[in-house]
């Protein structure tokens, strides 16, 4: 079940980074209103991954997660730039996420 919860928190937490982009800082009323609730939402998901799995590795684990995944749909849907540096900041960002869960 922790999986369950760790993974909807990790899809509240994009989307809640999604309306965060698309509420143009905080300026456009309902994908701000959608941030607060995604991100409440999440939190409430992260909190009962907590039960099941230690929380540092819970949280490293959707942080680096969380990260990757915005920054990806960053560079596919808002266009935003794509160079090395970001390529190896993600690959290494997966690699310890990997190398967290694994050990």
């Known amino acids: 079940m922790g999986y369950v919860f760790l993974t909807i928190g990790l899809v509240l937490g994009i989307a809640g980074q999604m309306c965060v982009k698309l509420s143009k800082g905080f300026r456009q009323t309902v994908p701000t209103i959608g941030a607060f609730l995604l991100f ?26 969380t990260i990757v995944s915005t920054t990806l749909l960053g560079i596919y849907i808002f266009k935003e730039s794509k160079n090395k540096r970001k390529i190896i900041s993600v690959t290494l960002i997966i690699t310890g996420v990997i190398i967290l869960k694994a050990f």
């Open 40 to 65: 409440i939402a999440c939190i409430y998901f992260i909190s009962l991954t907590t039960h099941y799995f230690e929380m540092g590795i819970v949280f490293a684990i959707w942080a680096g997660l």
